[in-house]
Antibody, heavy 119, light 108 residues
């Protein structure tokens, strides 16, 4: 069974940093582009960042560019999101999602990890 | 970036009725690269449709997608109790990938 499990969320003060992790299982992780997508409380979905199979291609939403860094460790079947200079508007549930066909749709999704930025 | 506008915001239906959800793009979606997702409270989104009209694995055939260019539709024939949820469209033909704001299908 394909599974994605996020961790690392929590309550953090504005300006601080947080690192999210996503552990994948049930598929050949190194063969897929991976993504982070977020959802603010009671709001819609926003793509955040993508990383290709070997990490050669990396993309960010303008809203996080320069503050967030996506990375992966294929040996550990893990995806990461380093979030620096956090703002209140970064408060969201962060989902890890697989990219079945390189920068296409998202399937499947993990259950998400909640990041709350507040003083 | 492409802005996706979904309508209506909320659709109130009785089980057994047909649901018609619209997703309109601010510019043409390349190659009709559009997907639909279902999200229930407290759950992650689930892929329903990709390529505008191809059902994902395990999705019942009462769900169908159609459309091209800037106008896309998700239809649920004979809505079942488990179909009451929020539905999102997403385009992947242009960067950045973007989502609509969602349509809530609620029980009438």
């Amino acid at each position: 069974e394909v599974q994605l499990v996020e961790s690392g969320g929590g309550l953090v003060k504005p300006g601080r940093s947080l690192r999210l992790s996503c552990e994948a299982s049930g598929f050949s992780f190194s063969n897929y582009t991976m993504n982070w997508v977020r959802q603010a409380p009671g709001k819609g979905l926003e793509w955040v960042s993508s990383i290709s199979e070997t990490g050669t291609y990396i993309y960010y939403a303008d809203s996080v560019k320069g503050r967030f860094t996506i990375s992966r460790d294929n040996a550990k079947n893990s995806l990461y999101l380093q979030m620096n200079s956090l703002r209140a508007e970064d408060t969201s549930l962060y989902y890890c999602a697989r990219d079945p066909h390189d920068f296409s749709w998202f399937d499947p999704w993990g259950q998400g990890t909640l990041v709350t930025v507040s003083s | 970036e492409i802005v996706l506008t979904q309508s209506p915001g909320t659709l109130s239906l009785s089980p057994g009725e047909r649901a018609t959800l619209s997703c309109r793009a601010s510019q043409s979606v390349a190659l009709n690269f559009l997907a639909w997702y279902q999200q229930k409270p407290g759950q992650a989104p689930r892929l329903l449709i990709y390529g505008a009209s191809t059902r994902a694995t395990g999705i019942p055939d009462r769900f169908s997608g159609s459309g091209a260019g800037t106008d896309f539709t998700l239809t649920i024939n004979r809505v079942e109790p488990e179909d009451f949820a929020v539905y999102y469209c997403q385009q992947y033909g242009n960067s950045p990938r973007t989502f609509g704001q969602g349509t809530k299908v609620e029980i009438k």
